[in-house]
């Protein structure tokens, strides 16, 4: 009877052991992804910004349309992108993977980069100098966070 006994605190002890390891490396994965979601909400925040002040100057003039382009087109897609990227400052973001977050954006700022090339005289260089922008505050906001 007490080999049992001694056998059965063993085994709890192992399995309280075993528990509290992976209670950390779950408690590790939920902040990792908690890092990953501030980490896209901050960028996607600053794409936001980014986009309305090319919008803005689509308004003002700074910034002049191609041949036969329509002005209340490119700004509509400026507005669609915004309101993709807003989805990331919401709670609903954080049920996506990595992964998904990184294609999903990707796919948003790829759409937006196509058409500033394709509706704006210089738009190669206003899409060029957006992504150098948004290369240079992702590494700073990855490194912040």
Do not use: C, H, W
């Not at 528990?19 to 501030?38: A, P, Q, S």
């Amino acid at each position: 009877m007490e080999p049992l006994i001694g056998s059965l605190l063993a085994a709890g002890a192992v399995a309280y052991i075993v528990f509290r390891n992976i209670k950390k490396i779950t408690d590790g994965l939920e902040k990792e992804e908690e890092k990953v979601f501030e980490i896209y909400s901050t960028f996607a925040i600053k794409a936001e910004e980014y986009l309305r002040e090319i919008k803005k100057n689509i308004e003002n003039g700074t910034f002049e349309l191609k041949e036969g382009k329509s002005e209340n087109e490119i700004k509509e897609k400026i507005l669609e992108a915004i309101r993709e990227l807003l989805f990331f400052e919401t709670v609903g973001a954080k049920k996506l993977s990595k992964k998904e977050a990184e294609e999903r954006l990707f796919n948003i700022l790829s759409k937006i980069d196509q058409e500033l090339e394709e509706s704006l005289k210089n738009g190669e260089e206003i899409a060029d100098n957006l992504r150098e922008k948004l290369q240079k505050d992702y590494e700073k906001i990855k490194n912040d966070i």
